[in-house]
T-cell receptor, first 114, second 110 residues
Framework: SQQGEEDPQALSIQEGENATMNCSYK?????LQWYRQNSGRGLVHLIL?????REKHSGRLRVTLDTSKKSSSLLITASRAADTASYFC??????????????FGQGTILTVHP | DAGITQSPRHKVTETGTPVTLRCHQT?????MYWYRQDPGHGLRLIHY???????DKGEVSDGYSVSRSKTEDFLLTLESATSSQTSVYFC?????????FGSGTQLSVL
């Protein structure tokens, strides 16, 4: 079963515009993470937000988390052509012994046109 | 991708043959994972390891087995490959709370 559902599935914007991707999940979480995947490569960690945090920033990235709605959003400001990639949210389950397992969403394909 | 290498990067095999994918990490991470990535499904966990000789099943473990004889190596075996196992396979290890991924193995089962 898929924990994270991402929206939109694909996003096409012009360089300089902001890109917003959304993620919804189903169960209680310990943290939510965002990863980036360039074509033909492995995933790279971008940012982590804990369940007791509401917003976090890292450079041009802004992540919000609403645990009451079980949703998160990733905002990339002033996008660049180099931001073209797939973006995945991943959740770590709360409680118990999860062994650090993450459950990934299906991803959003972002295309930034020069 | 630093610190985690997967081999081979590409493999084509025939239905019914055994296949072993290798993952090697130099980070001394305790936890390691095998995921598969398919269009429309994102990444799904196959098996994971929480220490040497300690492994457990993930979401899509049928048809797969794993072994971890050393901290740095985590092997994924398809005992008898099927066409439904055509996929891109990613190995990851856990550092802190985040995962570090290898570059993936593209496996085609004909």
């Amino acid at each position: 079963s898929q924990q994270g559902e991402e929206d939109p599935q694909a996003l096409s914007i012009q360089e300089g515009e902001n890109a917003t991707m959304n993620c919804s999940y189903k169960t209680s979480i310990n943290n939510l993470q965002w990863y980036r995947q360039n074509s033909g490569r492995g995933l790279v960690h971008l940012i982590l937000i804990r369940s007791n945090e509401r917003e976090k920033h890292s450079g041009r990235l802004r992540v919000t988390l609403d645990t009451s709605k079980k949703s998160s959003s990733l905002l990339i400001t002033a996008s660049r052509a180099a931001d073209t990639a797939s973006y995945f949210c991943a959740t770590g389950d709360a409680g118990g012994t999860s062994y650090g397992k993450l459950t990934f969403g299906q991803g959003t394909i972002l295309t930034v046109h020069p | 991708d630093a610190g985690i290498t997967q081999s081979p990067r590409h493999k084509v095999t025939e239905t019914g043959t055994p296949v072993t994918l290798r993952c090697h990490q130099t980070e001394n991470h305790r936890y390691m994972y095998w995921y598969r990535q398919d269009p429309g499904h994102g990444l799904r966990l196959i098996h994971y390891s929480y220490g040497v000789k300690d492994t457990d099943k993930g979401e899509v473990s049928d048809g797969y087995s794993v072994s971890r004889s050393k901290t740095e190596d985590f092997l994924l075996t398809l005992e008898s490959a099927t066409s439904s196992q055509t996929s891109v396979y990613f190995c990851a290890s856990r550092g802190g709370e985040k995962l570090f991924f290898g570059s993936g193995t593209q496996l085609s089962v004909l």
